[in-house]
C-alpha cells in the first residue's frame, strides 16, 4: 500500500532532549516536506526536500535539522526542543515538485515539549 | 513572501445548507490545490485548479478558479455530516514551497 509513514505518532518529552521524528514512504517520490499545524494558522512549511541530498527551508525553519540521505526517508531533528514547538506535525510528499503534484500526507506526529 | 488568505475560518451549517470557502492571494497564482483534513485526521488531496476562469466539480463540490488567478472558492451544495473537517487551499511555488491557506473548518449540525 502506497504510504507515508511517520513515527512516533505521539510524543511527550522535555525542554532541550533531542529528538527525531522518522519519515518514510514507499511510493519513489522526489519530493519530500514538513509541515507544523498549529490552531488558527493552518499548515506552515519547516523544511523541504526536492531530491536526495538537496533539502531547502521553508517558512518557519528555525529550530529544526532536516536530512536527506535516502530518497525514501526525510527525518526531522529538533536538537534542543522548546515548548513552542509543541505542534502537530505532518511529513508529506509528492512525485516531484511541480506545479501539477498532489501531497500525500502522513497520519501525524504529535509532539508535546514540557 | 507570497500569501494566500483563506476566509472564513469556522463555517457552522445545518444539514442541507451550502457552504462556501475563499482564498484570495494580492498576487497572481500560478495554480492552486484544494485539500481536506477531517478532525483527527491528515490533509488529502481533493483538486488542482491551473487555468483562468477553470471550474471543477466533484459530486456536491465546486471549485473555480478566478479570472484573474487570484482567488479560488470551493463550494460545497447540500452539506452533509460527512463533510465535516477543515478545508485548505495550498499555492506550489515554482521555487518548491508549498504555501498553505489558514484553512475553514466546517461543522455540520444534522
Known amino acids: 500500500e502506497a504510504q507515508v509513514t511517520q513515527n512516533p505518532r505521539y510524543l511527550i518529552t522535555v525542554t532541550g532532549k533531542k529528538l527525531t521524528v522518522t519519515c518514510s514512504q514507499n511510493?519513489?517520490?522526489?519530493?519530500m516536506s514538513w509541515y507544523r499545524q498549529d490552531p488558527g494558522l493552518g499548515l506552515r512549511q519547516i523544511y523541504y526536500?526536492?531530491?536526495?541530498?538537496?533539502?531547502d527551508k521553508g517558512d518557519v525553519p528555525e529550530g529544526y535539522k532536516v536530512s536527506r540521505k535516502e530518497k525514501r526517508n526525510f527525518p526531522l531533528i529538533l536538537e534542543s526542543p522548546s515548548p513552542n514547538q509543541t505542534s502537530l506535525y505532518f511529513c508529506?510528499?509528492?512525485?516531484?515538485?511541480?506545479?501539477?503534484?498532489?501531497?500525500?500526507f502522513g497520519d501525524g506526529t504529535r509532539l508535546s515539549i514540557l | 513572501g507570497q500569501q494566500v488568505m483563506q476566509i472564513p475560518q469556522y463555517q457552522h451549517v445545518q444539514e442541507g445548507e451550502d457552504f462556501t470557502t475563499y482564498c484570495n492571494s494580492s498576487?497572481?497564482?500560478?495554480?492552486i490545490q484544494w485539500y481536506k483534513q477531517r478532525p483527527g485526521g491528515h490533509p488529502v488531496f481533493l483538486i488542482q485548479?491551473?487555468?483562468?476562469?477553470e471550474v471543477k466539480k466533484q459530486k456536491r463540490l465546486t471549485f473555480q478558479f478566478g479570472e484573474a488567478k487570484k482567488n479560488s472558492s470551493l463550494h460545497i451544495t447540500a452539506t452533509q455530516t460527512t463533510d465535516v473537517g477543515t478545508y485548505f487551499c495550498?499555492?506550489?511555488?515554482?521555487?518548491?514551497?508549498?504555501?498553505f491557506g489558514q484553512g475553514t473548518t466546517l461543522q455540520v449540525k444534522p
Open positions: 485548479l491551473v487555468k483562468s476562469g
Open positions: 495550498a499555492l506550489a511555488s515554482n521555487t518548491g514551497k508549498l504555501i
Open positions: 526536500s526536492m531530491n536526495v541530498e538537496v533539502t
Open positions: 511510493m519513489n517520490h522526489e519530493y
Open positions: 508529506a510528499s509528492s512525485l516531484r515538485q511541480s506545479r501539477n503534484q498532489p501531497q500525500h
Open positions: 498576487t497572481t497564482l500560478s495554480n
